[in-house]
């Protein structure tokens, strides 16, 4: 195993153990409520639903890009914890893969959704992402932030956004050392 794959395999299992580590912590916090002789009024259900403290969210991505001149198949997913009513903290990690270089992304982040919206739930964000490259190719660090807005329908949700991302140590003419893209989502609450 070349040193590449070994720092990868250690990073992807550091983010592993963080990722698994803060959700067993945070959920340890979040059994923590008053006695039940203390809770005045219990609600139903928690008004924020799917964007409620203590839910837990997993994601799917599939898709296609382009980089280094080549289209990639895109392939990841990721896991988000609510740490409050609309503050979800997570991480992802996706593979550009079929063609060569592969490129493996690993990703932590945070986001506020603005859930006591009806319909229309704005959110912001931020990340840190570390891009592993294979080849010849450094591998690099960027960080960056979101924005957009998902529509909820019933249990269905749409999200439109724009990602920004800045790449650290840049000082590359080969490419932009900043990018903006678009970030579209589908999902089903039940």
């Known amino acids: 195993m070349n040193t590449k794959n070994t720092m990868l395999m250690i990073?992807?299992?550091a983010a592993l153990v963080f990722s698994l580590g803060s959700t067993v912590v945070l959920a340890q916090i979040s059994q923590n409520a008053p006695p039940?002789?203390?809770?005045?009024?219990a609600p139903?259900?928690?008004?924020?639903?799917p964007y409620a403290k203590g839910s837990k969210s997993v994601n799917i991505v599939g898709g296609m890009g382009s980089t280094l001149g080549q289209s990639y198949l895109i392939l990841g997913g990721g896991f988000s914890y609510y740490v409050a009513n609309g503050l979800a903290i997570g991480i992802s990690g996706e593979g550009w893969i079929?063609?060569?270089?592969?490129i493996w992304k690993i990703s932590p982040d945070i986001r506020y959704t603005f859930w006591k919206m009806d319909k229309i739930k704005p959110y912001v964000g931020a990340f840190y992402r570390?891009?592993?490259?294979?080849?010849?190719?450094?591998?690099?660090?960027?960080?960056?932030?979101?924005?957009?807005?998902?529509?909820?329908?019933?249990?269905?949700?749409?999200?439109?956004?724009?990602?920004?991302?800045?790449?650290?140590?840049?000082?590359?003419s080969l490419f932009d050392?900043?990018?903006?893209?678009?970030?579209i989502g589908f999902w089903f609450s039940f």
């Open 36 to 41: 039940e002789e203390d809770i005045r009024i």
């Open 44 to 49: 139903l259900h928690n008004p924020a639903g």
């Open 98 to 102: 079929l063609q060569d270089p592969t």
């Open 177 to 183: 050392c900043n990018t903006t893209y678009p970030e």
């Open 130 to 172: 570390r891009t592993y490259v294979g080849g010849d190719y450094e591998d690099y660090d960027s960080w960056g932030g979101r924005a957009g807005v998902a529509y909820r329908q019933g249990g269905s949700y749409v999200s439109l956004g724009v990602v920004h991302e800045e790449f650290m140590d840049c000082n590359s």
């Open 11 to 13: 990073t992807l299992l």
